[in-house]
């Protein structure tokens, strides 16, 4: 039991190129999440999933567009990346009685 | 739009001593705050969660209190040790019955041995 993974562990783009982070959760969550954390600001959601099929906008999602491929994952894109958008990238799941959210191990990325 | 103010930002404490992180929040729809601890490098982790319903929950050295009419919930940490240091975010959920979560800024705490 994995819990959430997150690919890459880190990245350096160049300023207007894309890429896209992976997410997969194995605890049959239904709702997941992508958060960025910079330092001082906390964790601020970027985009929610709710279910399998449905995505829905957070507090920072301009520049980011999101995939919700499968019950298991769910991706975050960056079109032209920004320097920004430099900041560490944080996956999560939610899906049982308690509520917690669970969270991936980080992409920390660096736009230059 | 909805916030979450967390003070204070760093907290310095001796082995042993007690250590309290205070939130206040701003959507009274909110009925869910839960803790993370984050250590350097890592992710965040769950470490105790209060729902609107009950004023306190403990958990062995950790405890929550809950303040639902002046709109502040707090984080207190008994019996301090080094292994605590971290950085401790706490949140509040959206009033939209969602459980997206609104995260405050977090506070570094550090403890001396």
């Known amino acids: 039991n994995a819990g959430v993974t997150q690919t890459p562990k880190f990245q350096v783009l160049k300023t207007g190129q894309s890429m896209t982070l992976q997410c997969a959760q194995d605890?049959?969550?239904?709702?997941m999440y992508w958060y960025r954390q910079d330092p001082g600001m906390g964790l601020r959601l970027i985009y929610y999933?709710?279910?399998?099929?449905?995505?829905d906008k957070g507090e920072v999602p301009n520049g980011y567009n999101v995939s919700r491929l499968n019950k298991r994952e769910f991706s975050l894109r960056l079109e032209s990346a920004a320097p920004s958008q430099t900041s560490v990238y944080f996956c999560?799941?939610?899906?049982?009685?308690?509520?917690?959210?669970?969270f991936g191990p980080g992409t920390r990325l660096t736009v230059t | 739009g909805e916030n979450v103010e967390q003070h204070p930002s760093t907290l310095s404490v001796q082995e042993g001593d007690s250590a309290v992180i205070k939130c206040t929040y701003s959507?009274?729809?909110?009925?869910?705050f839960p803790w993370y601890k984050q250590e350097l490098g890592k992710r965040p982790q769950l470490i105790i969660d209060?729902?609107?319903?009950?004023g306190e929950k403990k958990d062995q050295r950790i405890a929550v209190t809950l303040n639902k009419t002046a709109k502040h919930f707090s984080l207190h940490i008994t019996e301090t040790q080094p292994e605590d240091s971290a950085v401790y975010f706490c949140?509040?959920?959206?009033?939209?019955?969602?459980?997206?979560?609104?995260f405050g800024s977090g506070t570094r705490l550090l403890v001396r041995p």
């Open positions: 999560a799941s939610e899906g049982g009685h308690s509520y917690e959210q669970y």
């Open positions: 605890m049959n969550h239904n709702s």
């Open positions: 999933s709710a279910s399998e099929g449905t995505t």
């Open positions: 959507d009274s729809a909110s009925n869910y």
């Open positions: 209060i729902r609107s319903n009950v």
């Open positions: 949140a509040a959920s959206r009033g939209d019955s969602s459980y997206k979560l609104i």
